[in-house]
């Protein structure tokens, strides 16, 4: 069945590291854009990553740039996204989504959630 | 980067139609033809209901219904049934700095 998977979230403390990964499976996971997308407790969604289709290029949301890294390994249908330097302000639920060539997400994981304190 | 901007909440009666605005500027929304719309229920994954501002998505009810003008996005919901009480998200493709903005979300209540 066509699906993602979110996996890696937890308590940290403020200025750790942490890497999430997000697994796929039922469809051709090398022939899609993927992204990242957060949302804090009672807040709205905010994108912060994508990652071409081969890896071959990613951009990044000016509140994770410089301390986040989407990657991928098309071998093993996995994404990950490698967040650093961990602030309050990143305590969210992570989802991985689909994105086919064009910016839009047509399939989301069901999220995992990573708390940040002091 | 400022996120778009959507009423925080719209409510109608069931069968009754209501539409949702959503607000952006000529480099987010009025320069780009990737704009979407996505329902969120509590505690779950949001779900694409609109694509490329007016495409609904296979298996998408065709009481959902979307459109542009200028800098402004609007999701109309027609015939309103229970089930469509829920958080709306828009979304559009950004030709600076972030590449996707998301609005703030709308909370849809059904009378």
């Known amino acids: 069945q066509v699906e993602l998977v979110e996996s890696g979230g937890g308590a940290v403390q403020t200025g750790t590291s942490l890497r999430l990964s997000c697994a796929a499976s039922?469809?051709?996971?090398?022939?899609?854009?993927m992204h990242w997308v957060r949302q804090a407790p009672g807040k709205g969604l905010e994108w912060l990553a994508v990652i071409w289709y081969d890896g071959s290029n990613s951009h990044y949301g000016d509140s994770v740039k410089g301390r986040f890294t989407i990657s991928r390994d098309n071998s093993r249908n996995t994404l990950y996204l490698q967040m650093n330097n961990l602030r309050g302000e990143d305590t969210a639920v992570y989802y991985c989504?689909?994105?086919?060539?064009?910016?839009?997400?047509?399939?989301w994981g069901r999220g995992t959630l990573v708390t940040v304190s002091s | 980067q400022s996120a778009l901007t959507q009423p925080a909440s719209v409510s109608g009666s069931p069968g009754q139609s209501i539409t949702i605005s959503c607000s952006g500027t000529s480099s987010d929304i009025g320069g780009s033809n990737y704009v979407s719309w996505y329902q969120q229920y509590p505690g779950k994954a949001p779900k694409l209901m609109i694509y490329d501002v007016s495409y609904r998505p296979s298996g998408v009810s065709d009481r959902f219904s979307a459109s542009k003008s200028g800098n402004t996005a609007s999701l109309t919901i027609s015939a309103l049934q229970a089930e469509d009480e829920a958080d709306y998200y828009c979304s559009s493709y950004r030709s600076i700095s972030t590449l996707v903005l998301f609005g703030g979300g709308t909370k849809l209540t059904v009378l």
């Open positions: 039922g469809f051709t996971f090398r022939s899609y854009q």
């Open positions: 989504a689909r994105g086919p060539l064009r910016w839009y997400f047509d399939l």
